[in-house]
């Protein structure tokens, strides 16, 4: 069965930074987009990141963008997500998804995402 | 591209049909067949339930329906049960490329 599992999360300073990563498994990974999202506490969904299949597309989100950076190993089924200059706006928990559909456009599964607090 | 306006809450009792709207804009939802819904239960990840504005994806209740009209699209869950107290955010392909969420919806069950 599909599986998704986050790591890497924890406490960072402002400033700081963190690299978290996604091992996928029970499917092959190489053939489908996948996407960071992210929901701060007591908040709704944020997407944040998607990379295509081979890795050649990248998009991110305004408030990301130029501090995130998101990339992927399909030989080892693994998604990343190195994060800098992180401030307490970034504390939230971060879900991999697998994306979707013609247009990659819906996540139909998820991990059980990673908690990434960032305070002094 | 902000996050799509949802209600903050509705309510209905059990057997009832809700309905939870999502409004954007003819750069998101208006624009494209690429909203989803998905419901999420406290401390738990998100659940699709809606993909391509109206298709279920298998193992998902019939009680789940989308729909969209113009720059709003809609979900309507039908003959409300107990375990449908949830939050419920749509998403929406945009212009630029991107994914955008809703802000999400809490459904009580009274």
């Known amino acids: 069965q599909v599986q998704l599992e986050e790591s890497g999360g924890g406490l960072v300073k402002p400033g700081g930074s963190l690299r978290l990563s996604c091992a996928a498994s029970g499917f092959t990974f190489s053939d489908y987009y996948m996407s960071w999202i992210r929901q701060a506490p007591g908040k709704g969904l944020e997407w944040i990141s998607y990379?295509?299949?081979?890795?050649?597309?990248?998009l991110y989100a305004d408030s990301v963008k130029g501090r995130f950076t998101v990339s992927r190993d399909n030989a080892k089924s693994s998604l990343f997500l190195q994060m800098n200059s992180l401030s307490a706006e970034d504390t939230a928990v971060y879900y991999c998804?697998?994306?979707?559909?013609?247009?990659?456009?819906?996540?139909?599964?998820w991990g059980q995402g990673t908690l990434v607090t960032v305070s002094s | 591209h902000s996050a799509l306006p949802q209600p903050a809450s509705v309510s209905g009792s059990p057997g009832q049909s809700i309905a939870i709207s999502c409004t954007g804009t003819s750069s998101d939802v208006g624009g494209y067949s690429y909203v989803s819904w998905y419901q999420q239960h406290p401390g738990r990840a998100p659940k699709l339930l809606i993909y391509d504005v109206t298709h279920r994806p298998s193992g998902v209740s019939s009680r789940f329906s989308g729909s969209k009209s113009g720059n709003t699209a809609s979900l309507t869950i039908s003959g409300l049960q107990a375990e449908d107290e949830a939050y419920y955010y749509c998403s929406s392909y945009t212009s630029s490329s991107t994914l955008v969420f809703g802000g999400g919806t809490k459904l009580t069950v009274l």
């Open positions: 990379i295509s299949s081979s890795g050649s597309t990248i």
């Open positions: 998804a697998r994306a979707d559909g013609y247009s990659s456009a819906h996540f139909d599964f």
